[in-house]
């Protein structure tokens, strides 16, 4: 009977310390910022996101359009929705959302009893996601050299 032994220790050493490694070089700060600005260019386009369960977040579907004619932009009447966007961050993540609204949620997700449609302004464009998503697998190259 043969029997192999394969000692994995190494290998399982060097890839958690390039996951550290990886961790310390992502400019989270950066990727927060990169988020928030996209998230910010919907309200300058009204809308720019996708009905699509398996891409939830980005897209490039325009807001529905209010029935009354206005002259101020959809969801930026005063700009407290888009002066409520916030991006944190710390060394191993980065955050972007809405608060300190009682509207935000039926603004992004609908409030059909009130008959606000849905206009999802937290979302990133796939343009952007890919940016990011870009500035992340950069940092983990680098880890592996």
């Known amino acids: 009977m043969l029997k192999i032994k394969v000692d994995t220790s ?39 996101y ?7 977040i980005g897209g ?4 529905v359009p209010r029935k009354e004619s206005e002259l101020n932009p959809i969801l930026d009447d005063e700009g407290s929705l888009r002066a409520s966007i916030y991006s944190k961050s710390d060394s191993k993540s980065a955050k972007v959302g809405s608060s300190g609204l009682k509207y935000n949620a039926a603004q992004n997700y609908g409030y059909p009893q009130g008959g606000i ?3 999802p302004f ?7 996601i890919n940016k990011i998503t870009a500035q992340i697998s950069d940092a983990i190259v680098k880890a592996f050299e």
Do not use: C, Y
């Not at 996708?50 to 939830?56: G, H």
């Not at 490039?60 to 807001?63: H, I, Q, R, T, V």
């Not at 937290?122 to 952007?128: A, E, N, Q």
């Open 60 to 63: 490039d579907k325009k807001w």
């Open 117 to 119: 449609p849905a206009r």
């Open 122 to 128: 937290l979302t990133i464009h796939p343009d952007d």
């Open 50 to 56: 996708q009905d699509d369960k398996d891409n939830p």
């Open 10 to 48: 190494g290998i399982r050493k060097s890839f958690k310390k390039a996951v550290q490694i990886a961790e310390n070089e992502i400019d989270w700060e950066s990727i927060g910022i990169m988020a928030k600005l996209s998230i910010d260019q919907n309200f300058a386009q009204g809308g720019r």
